[in-house]
């Protein structure tokens, strides 16, 4: 049975994935789009080439905690959609559910839950290639080391295909059910932007 208490616990736990999952994002743009020479200067250096590979890392480690679909992967959509179309729910649920009638574009019972669903299914079964390489990036590189046998091709956009696509279910999700924003921008302060500036001199 799902509980309310079980849903909202899922909703903090995710947020700070997704908080660290966007901050990973925009700093990995940032450092792959110099604006001028003296920038792209500065980004040559060992260090940010490190930090570089440290955020491919996060994204990727974090991306298959939502994204993989296996019993020690607590926070995957995956699983969390099939509770939400299956599962009984608890009587706090169904409450919370009830209170949302009437109400523009808030989810209300379990139908419309279904129904909201359905397409981030559909594109979550889109993206099954990509997500089975990224996992396979996790376990092959990150997790384990195995050198004898090819690595998976993963380019820095299809990371943040991903990570855009995680932060709209979430957000919507958290939308419709509770009628609470989600905003990853409350990370803004790990941001590298501000000390590459100040490195090359903008500041």
Request: some cysteine.
């Amino acid at each position: 049975m799902l509980s309310l208490n079980q849903l909202e616990q899922w909703f903090r736990d995710t947020e700070r994935i997704l908080t660290e999952l966007s901050n990973s994002a925009e700093n990995l743009k940032r450092i792959s789009e110099p604006v001028n020479e003296r920038e792209k200067l500065v980004l040559q250096n060992d260090f940010f080439i490190h930090f570089r590979e440290q955020l491919v890392f996060i994204l990727v480690v974090q991306l298959c905690k939502l994204y993989v679909n296996s019993d020690i992967e607590r926070r995957n959509y995956r699983k969390l959609i099939n509770r939400l179309n299956y599962e009984p729910y608890d009587n706090r649920l169904k409450k919370a559910l009830r209170k949302n009638r009437g109400m523009k574009e808030q989810l209300s019972s379990k139908a419309e839950i279904k129904e909201f669903l359905k397409p981030f299914s559909v594109r979550f079964e889109e993206k099954k290639e990509l997500i089975r390489r990224i996992k396979m990036l996790r376990d092959r590189v990150y997790a384990h080391s195995d050198p004898e046998r090819p690595m998976p091709q993963v380019k820095s956009e299809e990371l943040f295909e991903l990570t855009e696509m995680a932060v709209q279910f979430f957000s919507d999700l958290k939308f419709r059910l509770f009628g609470t924003a989600f905003s990853p921008d409350e990370g803004k302060r790990w941001r590298i932007g501000p000390v590459i500036e100040k490195l090359s001199g903008r500041m």
